[in-house]
Each structure stands twice: as structure tokens, then as C-alpha cells.
């Protein structure tokens, strides 16, 4: 079913859209193998992160922001890299904004 909404809905994320967000100008089957695992790993995130199901984060369009700044995050820096002092403010805020099971 074609999104009728303003907006791209969580749920209806494709990598097709990351594409078009990272602006890459063309991709090859590796990289549209890698963007669908991004996907998966950032909607998953969001996910966990709020104590949400994917029926209420399609209620957020900041949620398909999240995931595209996070998938973003995941394709550029390709490595695995801990500095509490780092996190990324933006994506912390329009999370933890939504947040139903923090403590």
C-alpha cells in the first residue's frame, strides 16, 4: 500500500530512501546488502530504545529522522567506537522525547 501520509512512516522505511538520504549517487548490490542491514539494525534500535512497537513509532515522523541520522552514523563511520562523551545529541533527544520505558 502506497504512503499516502506527508511524511515516509517508520514502518515504511526502504533502503531506497536511505539511499536518497545519504545522496549516493549510485549503489552497488553490496552497498544496498549492507543499507538493508543498517535498516534493520537502526529501526531496531529506535525500537528498543523507546519501548515502542512499530504500529505507535509510525504515529512519530521524528522516528524516520532517528533512523535516518543513525543509519547515516552506521554507513559513514563503518567501525566500532565507545566514547560516552560523543553520543549523538540530536538522536538522544527525539528518543528519549519519546521514550515510554525509561526509569
Given amino acids: 500500500m502506497p504512503n499516502t501520509s506527508s511524511y515516509v512512516k517508520f514502518s515504511e522505511i526502504a ?4 539511499v536518497n538520504y545519504l545522496r549516493l549517487p549510485e549503489t552497488t548490490q ?3 546488502t549492507l543499507l538493508g542491514t543498517i535498516l534493520e539494525a537502526a529501526k531496531s534500535f529506535v525500537l528498543t530504545y ?3 512497537d512499530e504500529i ?3 504515529l512519530f515522523p521524528e522516528f524516520t529522522i532517528a533512523v535516518y541520522a543513525i543509519s547515516e552514523e552506521l554507513f559513514d ?3 566500532f ?5 560523543t553520543a549523538n545529541e ?6 528519549g522525547s519519546r521514550s515510554i520505558n525509561l526509569l
Avoid: Y
Fill in 56 to 58: 505507535s513509532a509510525d
Fill in 77 to 79: 563511520k563503518r567501525t
Fill in 90 to 95: 540530536i538522536i538522544a533527544s527525539i528518543l
Fill in 50 to 52: 523507546t519501548g515502542r
Fill in 81 to 85: 567506537t565507545v566514547d560516552t562523551n
Fill in 15 to 18: 533502503v531506497s530512501d536511505l
Fill in 30 to 32: 553490496a552497498d544496498t
